[in-house]
C-alpha cells in the first residue's frame, strides 16, 4: 500500500504529519504556516524534531538563551 499526500494525492516517499494527515513537504510547509508552526526564534516552518517549550515551538538549534545567546542543549 502506498501512502499519499493528502492535498495532492502524490505517493509519498518522506511523509510529513500533522493533526493525522500525512503530506508532502510542500503541503505540510503550506498547512504548518497557516497553522502557526514556525520556530519562535527565526519563524521558519518546523518540518523535523523541535522543542515545545512554554507553549511556544523551537528548532533545536534557535533554542538559546536570551542573555548570552548559548545553546541550550537537551
Known sequence: TC???TTCGTVLQEAFEFLGSLY???HYRD???TS???CAA???VLTSRYLDVVGRCWHYECFKCFRCSALISK
Open 31 to 33: 498547512v504548518a504556516a
Open 36 to 38: 502557526g508552526i514556525v
Open 24 to 26: 508532502c513537504e510542500e
Open 42 to 44: 527565526c519563524n521558519q
Open 3 to 5: 501512502v499519499a499526500c
